[in-house]
C-alpha cells in the first residue's frame, strides 16, 4: 500500500510539473463605468504584471447595451514586454455580434509564455464599427488593480478593465535565484526538480507507513 501511495504522488507531481495548473490567475472583476464606445479612433490598453504562467485565454466585461451589434469588430491585440524589449505580440479579432451584454466574453489566444518582471499590454480598439451598433469595454470606478494601469488614447485613467487573464502556471519550477546560477542548463534545472519531487514522494510513503504503524501501535494498546 505505501508503495502504491508513494507511486502515485509521484505521477500526480510529474503531471503538474509538466502541465501546470489551469486556473485563472489574474483578475480584476469590479465595474462601475464604461470606456467611451469603440468607434473610430479610440484605442484602450490595460497594462498588467506578468509572472510565471502562460496565457491561453482571457475575459472582458463588454457592453453592448442589449443589442446583437452585428457588422462590428474589435481587434484585441497583446503584447508582451520585458526588460525593455517587446517578446511576442498577437491579434484576435472579436465579432460585436458575439458579446455577451454586462458579462465576462472568454477570448482565446496562443499560449503567450510569461515571466516574472514582465508586462502584458492588452490593446483594443474598432477594425469595423456600424453606426449605432458600437460596445464598450467595462471598468472599476476607481484605480482597482494594483501594478496595472489604462490608457485610453494613451491618456492614463484612474480606473481599470474588468478582465480575468486564464492559463496554467508554469510547471514546479526552480526558485529564481537558483535559475540564475544554473544559466542554459534547462535538462540539469529539470532533472534537479525531478529529484526533489521524488524526494518528496518518498517522504509521503514513509510518513504514511508512520501513521500506520502508530494506529497499530494505538490499538495494540486498547
Known amino acids: 500500500m505505501p508503495l502504491i501511495v508513494g507511486a502515485g504522488m509521484t505521477a500526480l507531481f510529474v503531471f503538474l510539473f509538466w502541465r501546470g495548473f489551469t486556473v485563472a490567475f489574474v483578475s ?19 497594462t498588467v504584471p506578468t509572472k510565471n504562467y502562460v496565457v491561453d485565454s482571457l475575459d ?33 479579432l472579436i465579432n460585436a455580434e458575439t458579446l455577451i451584454d454586462n458579462a465576462m466574453n472568454r477570448i482565446y489566444v496562443e499560449p503567450l509564455s510569461c515571466r516574472e518582471d514582465g508586462i502584458l499590454q492588452i490593446v483594443l480598439q474598432p477594425l469595423l464599427t456600424v453606426q449605432g451598433r458600437e460596445v464598450s ?20 485613467v484612474k480606473k ?44 509521503l510513503s514513509v510518513l504514511y507507513i508512520l501513521i500506520l504503524l502508530c494506529m497499530k501501535r494505538i490499538r495494540a494498546d486498547d
Open 28 to 46: 480584476q472583476e469590479t465595474f462601475k463605468d464604461v470606456t467611451p464606445a469603440l468607434t473610430e479612433g479610440i484605442r484602450v490598453q490595460q
Open 60 to 92: 472582458l466585461r463588454f457592453g453592448t447595451f442589449k443589442r446583437r451589434n452585428s457588422g462590428s469588430v474589435i481587434e484585441l491585440q497583446l503584447h508582451y514586454i520585458r526588460n525593455g524589449g517587446l517578446i511576442s505580440s498577437q491579434t484576435r
Open 137 to 156: 469595454l467595462w471598468v472599476s470606478e476607481s484605480d482597482a488593480f494594483a501594478g496595472g494601469e489604462l490608457f485610453i488614447n494613451n491618456r492614463p
Open 160 to 203: 481599470d478593465l474588468s478582465f480575468r487573464l486564464n492559463g496554467r502556471l508554469r510547471g514546479m519550477e526552480l526558485p529564481t535565484h537558483l535559475q540564475k546560477q544554473l544559466p542554459g542548463r534547462p535538462q540539469f534545472r529539470n532533472l534537479l526538480m525531478m529529484t526533489l519531487i521524488l524526494l518528496f514522494a518518498g517522504f
